[in-house]
C-alpha cells in the first residue's frame, strides 16, 4: 500500500491484516525506529538516508525478500508497489488532499504543536526528498504515480470506518473480476 503521507495508510493496513488474517509489514515503521533510536526526527533520518543509500536499499530489499517468500501480506511502503513479489498482489494508493493530509500529520505527536505552514513545509520536503532519493536509487521518477496502482482511493473526505469499508468494497470487487 502507499500513497500520500497523512493518507491513512497505517490504519487502513493494520485493520486489512486483521480483517483478511494476513501479516502486516510497515517499511516506515523500521525508520521511525531507526530515528528514534538515533535521537533524530524522522524529517532528520529522512535527510541522512540521502547520505546513506546502502541502508535505506538494505531495508527495501528486506520488504521485498518478505514479498517474495511470503503470502497473505499487507506490505505498507512507498515503493512496495514497485518491488517484485511472489504472489499475485493488489497495489493500493491512498490520497487525501494536501490541506487534509496537513491536518492529519499535525495530530502526530512528532507534529504536535507545530503550525499548519510548518508542518506543510516539513510535508513539501519530506515529498521531494523521497522523489530525489528513490530516483537516485531505483530509477523512479514518481513514487506517488496513481497509475502504477490497482485501485486508487481518495480518503480526503473518509473517516477511518469509512475507508476500511471502502477499501474492502473495492479488493473484494477487484478480487472477483475476471482476468
Not at 13 to 21: C, F, I, Q, V
Not at 65 to 93: P, T, W
Request: proline share 2%; glycine share 6%; net charge neutral.
Amino acid at each position: 500500500m502507499g500513497g500520500h503521507l497523512g493518507a491513512g495508510k497505517s490504519t487502513l493496513s493494520k485493520r486489512l491484516a486483521k480483517h483478511y488474517d494476513y501479516a502486516y509489514f510497515y517499511a516506515g515503521g523500521i525508520f521511525r525506529e531507526m530515528a528514534q533510536g538515533s535521537g533524530l526526527t524522522i524529517e532528520e533520518f529522512y535527510e541522512q538516508l540521502s547520505a546513506n543509500p546502502e541502508l535505506e536499499k538494505s531495508i527495501d530489499a528486506r520488504q521485498e525478500q518478505l514479498m517474495v517468500d511470503r503470502d497473505n501480506l499487507i506490505v505498507e511502503g512507498r515503493i512496495a508497489a514497485f518491488l517484485r513479489c511472489s504472489f499475485a498482489k493488489v497495489n493500493i494508493f491512498i490520497k487525501a488532499s494536501e490541506d487534509e493530509s496537513i491536518r492529519r500529520l499535525m495530530k502526530r505527536p512528532e507534529t504536535q504543536g507545530r503550525s499548519f505552514r510548518e508542518v506543510e513545509k516539513l510535508l513539501r520536503k519530506r515529498v521531494q526528498l523521497e522523489r530525489e532519493r528513490y530516483l537516485a536509487l531505483y530509477g523512479i521518477t514518481d513514487h506517488l504515480d496513481e497509475r502504477k496502482y490497482d485501485i486508487v482511493i481518495d480518503a480526503t473526505q473518509l473517516n477511518p470506518d469509512e475507508l476500511f469499508r471502502e477499501a474492502i468494497r473495492q479488493i473484494d470487487g477487484y478480487l472477483k473480476k475476471p482476468e
